[in-house]
């Protein structure tokens, strides 16, 4: 059975995030480009996910709010102030250093005492609940990677934070904890309203936790929106890929549908007829029967993700697809199949 939340502080609960703002901010490393004229307005008490390729900037990002790495060029403010006067936004990292003497629920406590609360030991107990950590008189230097991430969380958090910084912060977690980690910490946030900056390499945790999501590509924010918003860009081929696999297939517009393996769906928005490449995503491929209109396949791989299937097929007409279907749905390798698009509106792409 799944725990009950600890409540939130009641010490925090009134206080308001502070907002961050960048602007035209630069980074360089021997010569090389890391962040490349910054505009971001990050508003008070907003959880903002960075996702992106590796090497996209996102880390960096988070040292230039930190103060950690200081940019070449560009305003960084903090609450609305910028430089040596702006407030220090505590980070947490995928490693995290430690030191080499301490106990778990005394370090904890040390950094809520450090902001005046005098409930200090009661709320290290209950943030070591939040982050899902035991054993309090363990020394620190002896936990594992994922307990130290949990460690690092709830110290920063016992700060009373305006703005949180978090760099793949529960990477070492198995997945089933660090989904249930992942939500009591974002219930604590948002409660506390603390602005938070996520950097993570899970897309699927990305748009779990964020009120908006950032994809950043070689130094540049690309796109800004909600996870479902950016999710539907289809069209654009670095978004589209960030946020989970996509398929071009062949198609031909014709008005206001477009005809993809022998069936009619309609447009998203308007085109102009003839050929084109029909974006979709992977749940918007069908297996259908032997008799239904659609394209003959034979399936190359499949994957067991739990809930669902991911099949990649190669259809009659050379296409490689990616399929994602039910996991009573199991195929294996040489499996001929029927496949065809869903009848949701379609984003396509023109040929030439």
């Given amino acids: 059975m799944r725990s009950?939340?600890?409540p939130p502080s009641t010490g925090d609960s009134a206080r308001a995030g502070w907002a961050i703002s960048l602007q035209g901010v630069r980074r360089s490393r021997a010569g090389n480009p890391v962040l490349r004229d910054i505009d971001l307005e990050i508003r008070s008490g907003e959880i903002i996910a960075f996702v992106g390729p590796i090497g996209c900037g996102a880390s960096t990002l988070l040292r230039a709010v930190t103060g950690a790495e200081r940019p070449d060029a560009g305003v960084i403010t903090v609450d609305g102030r910028a430089g040596a006067a702006a407030p220090r936004i505590p980070e947490v990292r995928d490693r995290t250093p430690v030191a080499r003497f301490g106990r778990v629920g005394t370090s904890i406590a040390a950094m809520a005492r450090r902001v005046g609360r005098p409930d200090a030991e009661a709320e290290a107990t209950r943030l070591a609940q939040v982050v899902g950590l035991g054993a309090l008189d363990k020394l620190v230097h002896r936990l594992a990677h994922g307990d130290r991430q949990r460690w690092a969380l709830a110290r920063a958090l016992a700060t009373g934070p305006g703005a949180l910084a978090l760099d793949d912060p529960l990477a070492a977690l198995p997945t089933a904890a660090r989904a249930e980690t992942r939500d009591r910490v974002v219930h604590e946030l948002r409660a506390?309203?603390?602005?938070?900056?996520?950097?993570?390499?899970?897309?699927?945790?990305?748009?779990?936790?964020?009120?908006r999501l950032v994809v950043m590509d070689r130094g540049r924010v690309i796109a800004a929106g909600s996870p479902d918003e950016l999710y539907t860009r289809v069209d654009d081929?670095?978004?589209?890929?960030v946020l989970g696999p996509v398929n071009a297939v062949p198609g031909i517009v014709d008005g206001s549908i477009v005809e993809v393996w022998g069936r009619e769906v309609p447009l998203a928005r308007p085109a102009a007829d003839g050929h084109c490449e029909v974006i979709v995503r992977p749940e918007n491929v069908l297996v259908i029967g032997s008799d239904d209109p659609g394209m003959d396949a034979v399936v190359e791989a499949t994957t067991f993700l739990g809930s669902a299937r991911r099949s990649t097929v190669r259809t009659s007409d050379g296409v490689q697809v990616v399929v994602e279907h039910p996991s009573e749905l199991r195929l294996d390798p040489e499996d001929h199949i029927r496949v065809a698009l869903a009848p949701a509106p379609a984003t396509i792409r023109p040929i030439g």
């Fill in 237 to 241: 081929a670095v978004v589209a890929e």
């Fill in 192 to 211: 506390r309203r603390v602005t938070t900056l996520w950097v993570t390499r899970d897309t699927a945790e990305a748009a779990a936790v964020a009120d």
């Fill in 4 to 6: 009950v939340d600890p």
